[in-house]
């Protein structure tokens, strides 16, 4: 667990932004939820079973058609549809229940066409997924167009630094996922390991629940996530689960079964819960986590117990509006919360009853970057991320962001 002797001063370190469609080496087969991609020089399709999801490119414009029970619809966007000349390559991806169209060359990828493909078929079921099948040139697990939610996985050698990210999809919550980088501190060069993807205890299906904590707790890991992967913001409700396995989660793909993880929200008039930090102690536990009033009106909170299906509220900084991030650290042999204040454009640094104690004097990019803190030598880096999109104007918001690095000095 991360521990500080003082609160170091931080200076900017530089940026990265890996963007891939498809994972490098992945294959079709290594799809265990809805996040697939295909690429290539034309019109491409995914099809399982009598399902057809088509990305057309007739040299202008780019539109998708998809067929499901026999009949056929077509998507073409009156704004973003054309190119603005021949394009060097196509990419169809499936995120969720979102199927999109987008085109690279010249310039950097963008979506032309975008559909929700709820009320036409189930991607989440697993034996669709099973079947899916493609004769594009490339084709795999959908990669990603930007990292956020940037966490340091816990209880690894000190030589090896893993981050565990939310991978942005082309849209809102619903289109990202779990994945797990290595991080070297020298260069700051980023290695895509693995993605991670959960069951629902109370649904059937494969999600892509995301803003995910992974501790290596003895001989398996502790995975708690935030269920962001089917948000619907007409009828919004996120929570936290918790898996354990002994699964090599570092290498490939994962679909892990999960159960609810408890999180007390006793007089805080919760809707949702997210965010999860878990830290073992002496007598038991630690969880830092989020607690929404509303949508999105949300604050930091840490809850305590001898076991995870006996915690107890600890504390909660319910004058913060859009603070989260919340992060355990021992600073000069205490436990501290650090968190992202998004109002202020701050790094709070509170203690267990979530009274302010101080704040790291850190750059604070863009969007409510966490406050993620690797041990580097003697010092250490700060690792965030921005609100920065990508892919053009019809995904929105959802695309960013950045990892935005700061050295302390």
Same mark, same amino acid.
């Given at each position: 667990? =991360?521990?500080?002797?003082?609160?170091?001063?931080?200076? /900017?370190?530089?940026?990265?932004?890996?963007?891939?469609?498809?994972?490098?080496?992945?294959?079709?087969?290594?799809?265990?939820?809805?996040?697939?991609?295909?690429?290539?020089?034309?019109?491409? +399709?995914?099809?399982?079973?009598?399902?057809?999801?088509v990305?057309?490119?007739?040299?202008? !414009? !780019?539109?998708?058609?998809? #067929?499901?029970?026999?009949? =056929?619809?077509?998507?073409?966007?009156?704004?973003?549809?054309? #190119?603005?000349?021949?394009?060097?390559?196509?990419?169809?991806?499936?995120?969720?229940?979102?199927?999109? *169209?987008?085109t690279?060359?010249?310039? /950097?990828?963008?979506?032309?066409?975008?559909? &929700?493909?709820?009320?036409? *078929? &189930?991607?989440?079921? +697993?034996?669709?997924?099973?079947?899916?099948?493609?004769?594009? $040139?490339?084709?795999?697990?959908?990669?990603?167009?930007?990292?956020?939610?940037?966490?340091?996985?816990?209880?690894?050698?000190?030589?090896? *630094?893993?981050?565990?990210?939310?991978?942005?999809?082309?849209?809102?919550?619903?289109?990202?996922?779990t994945?797990?980088? +290595?991080?070297?501190?020298?260069?700051?060069?980023?290695?895509?390991l693995? &993605?991670?993807?959960f069951r629902?205890?109370?649904? $059937?299906g494969?999600?892509?629940?995301?803003?995910?904590?992974?501790l290596?707790?003895g001989?398996?890991w502790?995975?708690?996530?935030?269920?962001?992967?089917?948000?619907?913001?007409?009828?919004?409700?996120v929570?936290? =689960?918790?898996?354990?396995?002994?699964?090599?989660?570092?290498? %490939?793909?994962?679909?892990?079964?999960?159960?609810?993880?408890?999180? /007390?929200? &006793? %007089?805080?008039?919760?809707?949702?819960?997210?965010?999860?930090?878990?830290?073992?102690? !002496?007598?038991?536990w630690?969880?830092?986590?989020?607690?929404?009033?509303?949508?999105?009106?949300?604050?930091?909170?840490?809850?305590?117990?001898?076991?995870?299906?006996?915690?107890?509220?600890?504390?909660?900084?319910?004058?913060?509006?859009?603070? +989260?991030? =919340?992060?355990?650290?021992?600073?000069?042999?205490?436990?501290?919360?650090?968190?992202?204040?998004?109002?202020?454009?701050?790094?709070?640094?509170?203690?267990?009853?979530?009274?302010?104690?101080?704040?790291?004097?850190? /750059?604070?990019?863009?969007?409510?970057?966490?406050?993620?803190?690797?041990?580097?030598?003697?010092?250490?880096?700060?690792?965030?991320?921005?609100?920065?999109?990508?892919?053009?104007?019809?995904?929105?918001?959802?695309?960013?962001?950045?990892?935005?690095?700061?050295?302390?000095?």
């Amino acid at each position: 667990m =991360t521990a500080l002797a003082s609160l170091p001063r931080f200076a /900017p370190a530089g940026r990265r932004r890996p963007v891939d469609l498809v994972v490098a080496g992945s294959t079709l087969t290594q799809v265990l939820a809805p996040y697939a991609a295909v690429t290539g020089p034309g019109s491409l +399709e995914l099809a399982s079973g009598d399902d057809r999801m088509v990305a057309r490119y007739d040299g202008s !414009a !780019a539109w998708l058609e998809v #067929t499901t029970g026999g009949r =056929t619809t077509v998507h073409r966007s009156r704004r973003h549809a054309s #190119t603005a000349g021949p394009v060097r390559e196509v990419g169809l991806t499936l995120t969720g229940t979102h199927l999109t *169209v987008l085109t690279r060359g010249p310039g /950097p990828w963008t979506a032309r066409a975008r559909v &929700d493909l709820a009320d036409l *078929v &189930d991607t989440r079921a +697993e034996a669709w997924l099973a079947g899916l099948a493609t004769d594009a $040139p490339v084709a795999g697990r959908f990669g990603q167009l930007g990292l956020r939610d940037l966490r340091l996985v816990d209880g690894l050698p000190d030589d090896r *630094v893993v981050l565990s990210a939310t991978s942005a999809g082309p849209g809102f919550f619903d289109t990202a996922h779990t994945s797990l980088w +290595e991080l070297d501190r020298a260069t700051l060069g980023l290695t895509h390991l693995s &993605d991670v993807f959960f069951r629902r205890p109370d649904r $059937p299906g494969a999600y892509g629940d995301h803003a995910t904590h992974l501790l290596r707790d003895g001989d398996q890991w502790l995975v708690t996530t935030s269920t962001w992967g089917d948000f619907d913001r007409a009828r919004p409700t996120v929570g936290v =689960t918790l898996a354990r396995t002994s699964a090599d989660l570092l290498t %490939g793909a994962h679909l892990l079964d999960t159960e609810a993880l408890d999180l /007390p929200v &006793d %007089g805080l008039g919760s809707v949702g819960v997210w965010d999860p930090h878990v830290v073992r102690v !002496a007598d038991g536990w630690l969880v830092g986590y989020v607690s929404a009033t509303r949508f999105f009106r949300f604050h930091p909170v840490v809850a305590a117990g001898p076991s995870l299906d006996a915690l107890v509220l600890r504390g909660a900084a319910t004058g913060l509006g859009q603070t +989260e991030g =919340t992060t355990l650290a021992q600073v000069g042999g205490q436990w501290r919360v650090l968190a992202s204040d998004g109002d202020a454009r701050r790094y709070p640094v509170l203690d267990l009853d979530l009274r302010e104690v101080g704040r790291l004097d850190a /750059p604070y990019p863009s969007n409510i970057p966490w406050p993620t803190l690797v041990p580097d030598g003697a010092g250490w880096l700060l690792v965030g991320f921005n609100g920065r999109r990508t892919a053009g104007a019809l995904p929105g918001y959802g695309t960013h962001g950045d990892v935005v690095f700061a050295r302390s000095v």
